[in-house]
């Protein structure tokens, strides 16, 4: 589903849906509607893949001793997208400096994924050249 705010944006996705549609030459099952608002999970829900790693959990909660500042936290959700499977490791190396982890931690981290995840994924809306089609 592709949601807008105004007019402006229900034009621009219909006619990027278009686009696509002509360059795949079939349907793209893709809703477009109007924004109603956004519910956000309960908080145990959120950064799932770091509450899976419980060393990694404790630093972040240590840094972030609300629930809430956790959950909004752009760090915890870094990682959390790294755990699963997103970016690449180039890229972790680049910014692993700001997430206030201790040296400890980053090792961890870059350890973690490099080892356990030899064909690591990147983020599949980054640099992809088809939308996902529905049928």
């Known amino acids: 589903m592709i949601f807008f705010h105004d007019e402006n944006q229900r034009k621009l996705a219909l006619e990027s849906k278009g686009r696509e549609e002509a360059r795949l030459k079939e349907k793209i099952y893709t809703e477009i509607l109007p924004y109603t608002g956004f519910t956000l999970a309960e908080d145990y829900h959120q950064k799932y893949r770091l509450r899976q790693e419980q060393d990694l959990l404790k630093e972040f909660e240590a840094v972030y001793p609300s629930e809430r500042d956790f959950v909004n936290s752009t760090a915890a959700a870094r990682v959390n997208g790294y755990l699963g499977g997103y970016g690449t490791p180039e890229e972790l190396k680049k910014e692993i400096g700001s997430y206030g982890l201790s040296p400890a931690a ?30």
Do not use: H, N, T, Y
């Open 106 to 135: 980053k090792k961890r981290l870059l350890d973690m994924l490099s080892s356990s995840r030899p064909a690591f994924k990147s983020c599949p809306l980054e640099g992809q050249q088809s939308p996902i089609v529905e049928k």
